[in-house]
């Protein structure tokens, strides 16, 4: 277990691999990643157990927001890349997931769940994000993220446009 937990914040941020959670961990994660309402519920059991890495932030004993380095699917990589625009080859990891409970936002647990999840990981990331997701946006750009391609319309979402967002390998980092 890697925690995070930067002088001065209330609530730690953990890093983990699906297999060293507890059922518990893995229940209150997946409720978490569930709320956030972005993504589909069918197969996230199984995505979850297939990411790279999950973040979690604890306070008084709750999950209280989530986020993922997540192991996307080549159909699901050549879906994204054909609505954008662009080719997302050699990109092996997405940031996704990022959630925070409405009564623990303006702690920046979304940033440092963000940080600690690309932190180490060495090899090219993609993101997705709402594009009137400012928010979101500005955090992905402190961590070295670009937008690429063009942005397109949101499935889950009607009415709502996404952007693609990249970070090129990190040389050096571990994988």
Avoid at 28 to 57: F, M, N, P, T, W
Avoid at 137 to 145: A, D, P, S
Wanted: hydrophobic share 30%; net charge positive; charged share 25%.
């Amino acid at each position: 277990m890697k925690q995070h937990k930067p002088d001065g914040e209330d609530v730690p941020i953990y890093v983990k691999q699906h297999a060293t959670m507890t059922q518990a961990e893995r229940r209150e994660y997946q409720k978490r990643v569930e709320e956030g309402g972005e993504v589909a519920s069918d197969g996230l059991a199984k995505r979850i157990e297939d990411a790279h890495l999950l973040g979690y932030a604890v306070l008084s004993g709750n999950v209280v927001a989530g986020g993922a380095l997540k192991h996307p699917t080549e159909s699901y990589k050549n879906k994204i890349g054909d609505r954008a625009g662009y080719n997302l080859d050699g990109y092996h990891a997405e940031l996704g997931w990022i959630y925070v409970a409405p009564s623990s936002r303006s702690r920046h647990l979304a940033s440092r769940l963000s940080d600690a999840l690309c932190g180490t990981y060495g090899s090219s990331i993609f993101a997705t994000t709402r594009s009137d997701n400012r928010h979101m946006q500005t955090i992905l750009e402190k961590l070295g993220f670009g937008k690429a391609g063009r942005e397109y319309d949101s499935v889950e979402h009607p009415g709502k446009r996404l952007q693609l967002w990249v970070r090129p390998s990190k040389a050096g980092a571990a994988q």
